[in-house]
């Protein structure tokens, strides 16, 4: 019998602009296809450190096998590592159709001052959308308004917190730093409280909520050597993408 081809792993060139490197990335995991079986190949427990989840993700290179959205994300956030202009955080969305809940995650993407996502879905348009938008608010708007084609009302948005580019840490991913019941608020509304978060998530200001942050359980008194801020080079390369 034949072999089913195992697609290779996407490699950056510095030919490349990061929308083309992103497109790439994408263009893999829809080549590894979205998992209808029903089985879940990988097992993602949420809580772990980053460093588990991208030993998980190598896995999932090697194996080539199809992956729902939550792989996904943390295929995509092993694939982009090292690209230090790309910030990556999960957008994950609750909604309402014909009387049950569904939920569903994508890696959000900020670049040189758009945004975008990479991800999986049985839908076309709730999974990748381009680097194009120009405020966080229009690229989730851009998902509710692709939602509503399905007839499926969005509940809740989630916001995590830019997952750092170090793929040894011990930090966990912070999956929703920003939690907004949008089908209780005014558009207008929702959009405040997202380029408010989307600002401060810019200037990295926002610390991780999780109680189970490594920080917190440290009693006083250990020294703990600072985390070196990555803010200004970050900033210098994405200037230099817009070339």
């Not at 080539?64 to 590592?81: D, R």
């Not at 929703?176 to 558009?187: A, D, E, G, I």
């Amino acid at each position: 019998c034949v072999q089913p081809s195992v697609p290779p792993v996407p490699n950056y060139r510095l030919s490349m602009s990061i929308p083309e490197w992103l497109q790439a990335i994408q263009t893999y995991m829809k080549m590894l296809q979205y998992n209808h079986t029903g089985t879940q190949f990988f097992e993602i427990r949420k809580t772990r450190p980053l460093s588990g989840l991208m030993e998980t993700a190598k896995e999932m290179t090697r194996e080539s096998l199809p992956i729902k959205c939550l792989e996904a994300v943390i295929l995509g956030i092993y694939l982009t590592n090292g690209q230090p202009s790309v910030e990556r955080f999960p957008i994950s969305f609750k909604t309402h159709f014909s009387g049950n809940y569904f939920h569903h995650v994508v890696l959000g993407i900020y670049c040189n001052g758009r945004y975008g996502s990479l991800g999986m879905s049985r839908r076309s348009d709730l999974m990748d959308k381009p680097l194009t938008y120009r405020t966080l608010s229009d690229l989730i708007f851009e998902f509710e308004d692709s939602y509503k084609k399905y007839l499926h009302s969005v509940k809740k948005v989630k916001i995590g917190l830019y997952v750092p580019h170090e793929p040894h840490s011990f930090q966990p991913i912070e999956w929703k730093q920003l939690v907004l019941n949008v089908s209780k608020m005014m558009r207008t509304e929702v959009r405040k409280e997202l380029e408010k978060f989307a600002r401060d998530m810019r200037m990295k200001i926002l610390k991780p909520s999780s109680a189970h942050s490594p920080m917190k359980e440290r009693p006083r008194g250990k020294s703990l050597s600072p985390r070196r801020r990555q803010g200004s080079p970050q900033r210098r390369a994405c200037r230099r993408d817009k070339s």
